[in-house]
């Protein structure tokens, strides 16, 4: 007997297709089945949150209006909201969603390697999101301590949900990392092990890349924010002091002693700053497969897009207290992570280039996933253009607290990943479900969402530039530096977010309603070249490929090759079935 | 920063390169020469290449590195000698350890080399001895952990309980850690027993399993020895 790699049990007899309802749609083992699992979680915790943020904004923008969220619900809110989106939307919906669906497909392969620790990797991220939500209810409610968590303020009494709110808060996160660290175990071993025949890893289209590289960073930095949680836990339930120092409440001293908060800030942030990469790395590999798709062009400089998300991968572990500028933290060392916070910079600059560059002389056909697609690419220079501003010491110092880095972070987290979701659910449904989505709805909803969201956070900056600083539930008109237009400005910021948000509502339906009456999209309704439009079946069987697996002679990029018959070369095609000359890279 | 925690990081870093740029240039597909036909959970599913579960604890392995590096640079930098500390934190005083931890130390040493020696009978198909050294080893695991508890109780007696100071806080953390993570090695230990013993199994079948519990047997030793000086030593 000799060893047969993954690529080449054939067989399709070897994976029992499940029978029942339950194991087909429920308890299932598929990863596609599994991926919009995830999706569909991920989105509807991430109304929860959007509806949490709407209600932050109306107190906001209407201090004296809604007496029902007082300042405890109002710090409540940002947590949650802050702590929804970045980890149980972003990134479960990048790497849980996403990854799964798209790793086996875009590989060449029937399922990931490890069919029942996927399965299991969902509900335990299911359960994680039912204790976070749980915090809402027990006594005290949710936590309130800002979605960074600090200590000491998370567990004193001024804070809201200072015990049992951050208690649900840190189980649920260790919760989901567990979760993650199984899904991750799973993306990258299949991505290294399961590739069908021909798939070298430079012949990988860069949403797996992206997707690749964020589960590795994931599984490094997650037991970062596992360590401060399990550390933190100890505090507050059993009296430690890993990070409280000696403190006093209401006149009465806590037991505690001698620990450090900025411990637990080193901690946060070591995890925090490639967590933000974590969501970033994904929404670059699927946008530069949308942009080369949509513009019938191959990608510029692939070779240097995949060092470019490698370098940015390595150099996310070396920023992390550019967070910590104003913590009172050693100065020196805000020297030493300026320096390396403008170095990461080149090679996303290198990749903003090498997008635009694929889009120069392209035959771009300006379709709703294109569309969001250019759309990352504006709001992605802006926000991050800002954060060179932010990642030098002296200009942070005062900006720091600002709506100027909410203005920031929104607009790279919030604006340009969400973008990409949109691009890549439109790119993607019709192979999900063998449907288009609506296109007029699609334009509706691009254009309101790009107008609007520039419409929130571009007036957000110059309200940071004034100083109005941030997690302020209300600012009393008595404060002499913030004028009225201040408080104008924030109800424009409040209406045009109204709209941003309603317009969402157009998508869900668009979602639900092309799943009956869309129009029927074929296997490959954008004549891609990636592996995932040619599976036999649309959507995809159980086994993904039939009978028996690709082989790949190519990379995912030859589009418009000169030539060429048509204007694309799927990846699976062998080159002697390519008329008059065929490219092989 | 620390030059020598510098060229630690370097050294790593060239090392992961190295394997990493080898790993990524690998044909997954490609055949290679030894034999092995696994048996998976849901039914067969023929032969394989590199099993993807030894990927996958590797993998593993390196997340727990994180981890625990983590909470050995949170100890260092709680006790002051770790860059963003404040000097002159007096309040870190060693706890007096408990004399059972060498004792503790010989089981887990004892464990790992019984694991050992079944994954050396499995090569030379001893399928008798195969059984008698995979029982020494989670028997040997089994008592390493009492022994910490019972050290735990030692050094409550002592007078150090887990809020006596941050020496002692650390001590229970990461004992602690290092046992959940060696009761999760357990409970693959007893799965792979569970089969040797049950069924006439070839030994072919489980050779994977016991292959992979001794590397993550010897990976907890490894990180024991690092925490157990670690803790003499401060």
Partial sequence: ?585 | MNIWVAFGVLTIGVIIWFVLVKRLSTRSWERHGSSVHVRHARGDIGEVGVPPARIALWVFLGVITSLFGLFISAYFIRMGHGHGAMHGISDWHPVSKPPILWFNTAMLVLSSAAMQAARHSVRLNQRGRVRGYLFAGGAFALLFLAGQLVGWHQLRDSGYGLTSGPASAFFYLLTGVHGLHLLGGLVVWVKTAARMRTRAVELIEVRLSIELCTVYWHYLLLVWLVMFILLLST
């Fill in chain 1, 1 to 585: 007997m000799a060893y047969a790699a993954i690529a080449d049990r054939d067989h399709a007899h070897a994976l029992h297709d499940p029978q029942s309802f339950l194991t087909k749609y429920i308890w299932s083992q598929d990863h596609k089945v599994i991926a919009i699992q995830y999706t569909i979680t991920a989105i509807a915790i991430g109304l929860v949150a959007l509806t949490l943020s709407i209600l932050m904004r109306l107190q906001l923008g209407f201090p004296h209006s809604f007496s029902l969220i007082a300042p405890q619900n109002y710090y409540q809110f940002i947590t949650l909201h802050g702590m929804i989106m970045v980890i149980y939307l972003l990134t479960a919906l990048f790497l849980g969603g996403f990854g799964n669906y798209l790793i086996p497909l875009m590989c060449g392969a029937r399922d990931m390697v490890f069919p029942y620790l996927n399965m299991v990797s969902y509900w335990v991220y299911l359960l994680a999101v039912l204790i976070l939500v749980g915090g809402f209810f027990v006594p005290g409610g949710a936590t309130g301590a800002g979605w960074t968590l600090y200590p000491p303020q998370a567990i004193l009494s001024g804070s809201p949900g200072a015990k049992w709110g951050i208690v649900c808060m840190l189980a649920s996160l260790a919760t989901f990392i567990v979760a993650f660290t199984m899904g991750g175990l799973n993306y990258v071993t299949t991505v290294l092990q399961a590739r069908c025949r021909g798939m070298t890893m430079m012949r990988m289209p860069l949403s797996v890349w992206g997707i690749f590289m964020a589960t590795v960073l994931g599984l490094l930095a997650f037991p970062a924010l596992f360590v401060s949680a399990i550390m933190m836990t100890l505090d507050c339930l059993l009296g430690t002091s890993f990070f409280m120092p000696a403190v006093s409440s209401m006149g009465q001293p806590l037991g505690y002693n001698g620990g450090s908060p900025l411990l637990f800030q080193h901690l946060f942030w070591f995890f925090g700053h490639p967590e933000v990469y974590i969501v970033a790395l994904p929404a670059f590999g699927i946008v530069s497969d949308l942009l080369s798709t949509h513009a019938r062009r191959h990608i510029f400089g692939y070779r240097m897009m995949v060092w470019a998300i490698l370098a940015i991968g390595c150099l996310s572990f070396v920023v992390w207290a550019h967070h910590m500028y104003v913590s009172g933290m050693n100065p020196y060392f805000g020297f030493f992570f300026a320096t390396t916070t403008l170095i990461i910079a080149v090679p996303t600059a290198i990749k903003v280039y090498n997008w635009v560059l694929t889009l120069w002389r392209g035959d771009i056909h300006l379709t709703v996933p294109m569309l969001f697609a250019i759309g990352f690419i504006f709001t992605f220079i802006n926000g991050g253009l800002t954060g060179l501003f932010l990642g030098n010491v002296p200009v942070d110092v005062p900006l720091s607290a600002t709506y100027f880095v909410v203005a920031h972070f929104h607009l790279v987290m919030g604006v340009s990943p969400i973008l990409v979701v949109f691009g890549a659910l439109y790119h993607w449904y019709p192979k999900m479900t063998g449907k288009m989505l609506d296109d007029t709805l699609g334009r509706i909803h691009f254009w309101i969402t790009f107008i609007g969201t520039y419409m929130i956070y571009l007036p957000m900056y110059y309200l940071g530039i004034l100083g109005l600083p941030r997690r302020y539930y209300a600012w009393d008109e008595a404060i002499q530096f913030i004028p009225p237009s201040v408080h104008t400005m924030n109800k424009w910021i409040t209406v045009s977010a109204l709209f941003v948000a309603a317009v969402q509502l157009v998508f869900l339906f668009n979602l639900v309603w092309s799943l009956f009456k869309g129009k029927p999209a074929g296997g490959n309704p954008w004549r891609a070249t990636t592996l995932e439009w040619q599976t036999p079946d649309t959507p995809p069987v159980h086994g993904n490929w039939g009978e028996r697996l690709p082989v790949v002679y190519r990379w995912a990029y030859d589009y418009s090759v000169p030539g060429a018959k048509e204007d694309f070369i799927p990846q699976n095609v062998p080159p002697d079935k390519l008329a008059p000359i065929g490219h092989a890279h």
